[in-house]
């Protein structure tokens, strides 16, 4: 339901942005502005900023930023909440993760001026988990999802799944709360987020 919201919201923004239906020409040898239906230059802005929702329990989850390489390539950082498993199925609800993406846009349609796209993507990332005694994880995962690109103040909306893997380490002389659900130390674990991202330009690009 939270995914269909988003989409929802996407569309309403587009139609919020009037006027006659123009494109700018990714030729940088040209400055004219054309009437048509397609977003040419798919993003006018290479930085931006925003925040992540997760539709478990639909409440902000934490904050990205992303950066366009080109018009198909971006590096992403996000700072949020994740979920983990152990691999003898311990769940950990709250783990404090920064993660580091690139991430591939590849668009396959555009529509009432949003620029629909498949991305694809991967990463490292590192974690802390609150417990009596810190637990820190290190690992990688993948990205794969839906991206939506506007014309607007509004860059992009992104849903994705992330699947990882990772090790988790802590102190061996401190107690975590639960040594005997997770006696090896590091430990292998399983990770995933659901995550839907709202980013909003910060700095446009005159060179493009």
Known sequence: MVILLALHVGSLCAQMHDGRQMRYD???????????????????????????????????????????????????TDFFNKSLLTHNWIYLPFVLELSENIVFWQLFSQKNKVAYHVIVGGGIN??????PSPIWKVGVNTLVGLGMKFQGRLESIQIDFRPGYGLLFWDKNSDIGFSCLIPHNPHHCFDWSVNISFRFKIKKSNNN
Request: charged residues 10%; hydrophobic residues 35%; negative net charge.
């Open 26 to 76: 990714c030729d940088s040898s040209s400055a004219r502005l054309t009437q048509n239906n397609l977003i040419g230059c798919e993003s006018d802005s290479k930085h931006s900023l925003g925040f992540i929702l997760t539709p478990s329990c639909i409440v902000l989850s934490g904050i990205t930023y992303n950066y366009f390489l080109s018009e198909k390539l971006s590096f992403q």
């Open 126 to 131: 590192g974690a802390l988990i609150p417990t």
